[in-house]
């Protein structure tokens, strides 16, 4: 196996690492039943507006689809933990 051959293997498997990595959050979110005070809205609203440009970026104009897999797993992420912390801070305030 190349460098590159490498370094894609490598870029394939980020996408599921950070799913992992989203995964205890989101199931710390799913089972709170407090309004979750300590994740900053404007963080993960940044954080989803990015992931959102660059998953757009990778299906609308680089056509790539390792490049819009990863972007679509963070986005799902991102935008997961968003939603979850502006609907407990609702529920619960």
Avoid: C, E, H
């Avoid at 370094?7 to 799913?30: D, E, H, K, M």
């Avoid at 940044?46 to 959102?52: A, F, M």
């Amino acid at each position: 196996m190349d460098v590159f051959q490498l370094l894609v293997s490598l870029y394939a498997i980020n996408g599921f690492i950070a799913v992992i990595g989203y995964w205890p959050q989101i199931t710390s979110l799913y089972k709170s039943t407090t309004a979750p005070v300590s994740f900053s809205r404007a963080g993960w609203s940044l954080w989803t507006y990015t992931t959102l440009i660059t998953f757009l970026y990778a299906l609308l104009i680089n056509g790539d689809p390792l490049f819009i897999l990863v972007s679509s797993l963070y986005f799902l992420g991102t935008t997961t933990i968003w939603s979850l912390v502006i609907f407990k801070r609702w529920k619960y305030q």
